[in-house]
């Protein structure tokens, strides 16, 4: 049975897409059969950022409408076998999104993967509750600037309230996960420094992902950082977040100034 997670944010541009995908590839390399799920119905870039954008033919709506069997969405990677990909459709509007249509899908992909992740889309309409509705565990990508932390305390709320879990009075598992992190920016007060970002949100650290160049290379040749450039410092920080949600114990650790090394490692008890 499948661990479903969702990785949500309040604010948008911080990572959400290119995070899920990282994480499931990285995953998947270590021998996990995981499917990622696009729920940013009219929009739909995790196709692009998988380089599977011409091979979508169905799409999420479609399955859940009942117009093609889940089978015929799935979109299995080219690069790594027990990696898939469930398209959002393009032309769809949200509201073709019903919550009972979702909760087939998702129990047909609880049966048939050990990860099941779901790239929300930002904010607190309809596609992100319904991409947290069932979700086992979340996390939650955060920029370290104030608007991105403010929006992300707000899902916090969300995910306490508007889930599965949260109607049963179980507790769900939260966990941040701090992109786009830039060192020299934080120490000039450019940027909150990881403390701050904890302080404010007191939910546990995943990772840091450093800015990097590499990430944007990497979307931008339809690939998951972590396949197209498997020794890059965000690779290693997401491999790193993959292997803590496996349950592994690992440091987090925090971006140095110097260009291509780790700094200190952070003494905070990882998520």
């Known amino acids: 049975m499948a661990k479903v997670l969702v990785v949500t944010s309040g604010k948008g541009g911080v990572?959400?897409?290119?995070?899920?995908?990282?994480?499931?590839?990285?995953?998947a390399s270590q021998g996990k059969n995981v499917v990622?799920?696009?729920?940013?119905?009219?929009?739909?870039?995790?196709?692009?950022?998988?380089?599977?954008?011409?091979?979508v033919v169905y799409d999420l709506i479609n399955v859940v409408q009942g117009d093609a069997k889940l089978a015929q969405a799935l979109i299995r990677d080219k690069r790594c076998e027990t990696l898939h990909l469930l398209p959002a459709s393009q032309t769809r509007d949200k509201d073709n999104l019903t919550?009972?249509?979702?909760?087939?899908?998702?129990?047909?992909?609880?049966?048939?993967?050990?990860?099941v992740i779901c790239d929300s889309p930002a904010g607190i309409e309809r596609g992100a509750t319904l991409a947290m509705r069932h979700a086992d565990a979340a996390?939650?990508?955060?920029?370290?600037?104030?608007?991105?932390?403010?929006?992300?305390?707000?899902?916090?709320?969300?995910?306490d309230s508007k889930t599965l879990k949260a109607e049963a009075g179980e507790r769900m598992?939260?966990?941040?996960?701090?992109?786009?992190?830039?060192?020299?920016?934080?120490?000039r007060g450019d940027m909150l420094k990881v403390d701050d970002v904890l302080e404010i949100l007191s939910i546990p650290l995943l990772g840091i992902v450093p800015e990097s160049q590499d990430v944007l290379r990497a979307s931008?040749?339809?690939?998951?950082?972590t396949l197209?450039?498997?020794?890059?410092?965000?690779?290693?920080?997401?491999?790193d977040a993959a292997r803590r949600l496996e349950g592994a114990e690992?440091?987090?650790?925090?971006?140095?100034?110097?260009?291509?090394?780790?700094?200190?490692?952070?003494?905070?008890?990882?998520?």
């Open 139 to 159: 996390i939650i990508v955060t920029n370290p600037e104030v608007s991105s932390v403010r929006d992300s305390d707000r899902i916090i709320g969300l995910l």
């Open 99 to 115: 919550q009972e249509g979702v909760a087939k899908v998702m129990d047909e992909l609880r049966e048939k993967f050990d990860w």
């Open 15 to 27: 990572g959400k897409t290119t995070s899920t995908a990282a994480l499931g590839a990285a995953l």
């Open 228 to 239: 197209c450039e498997p020794q890059s410092a965000p690779a290693r920080a997401y491999f």
């Open 220 to 225: 931008n040749l339809g690939s998951p950082v």
């Open 36 to 55: 990622v799920v696009d729920f940013d119905v009219g929009l739909r870039n995790l196709d692009l950022v998988m380089g599977a954008e011409r091979r």
């Open 250 to 271: 690992l440091p987090v650790v925090i971006p140095s100034e110097r260009k291509g090394f780790l700094g200190k490692l952070f003494g905070r008890r990882a998520a």
């Open 173 to 187: 598992d939260k966990h941040l996960l701090l992109t786009r992190y830039d060192p020299i920016r934080a120490e």
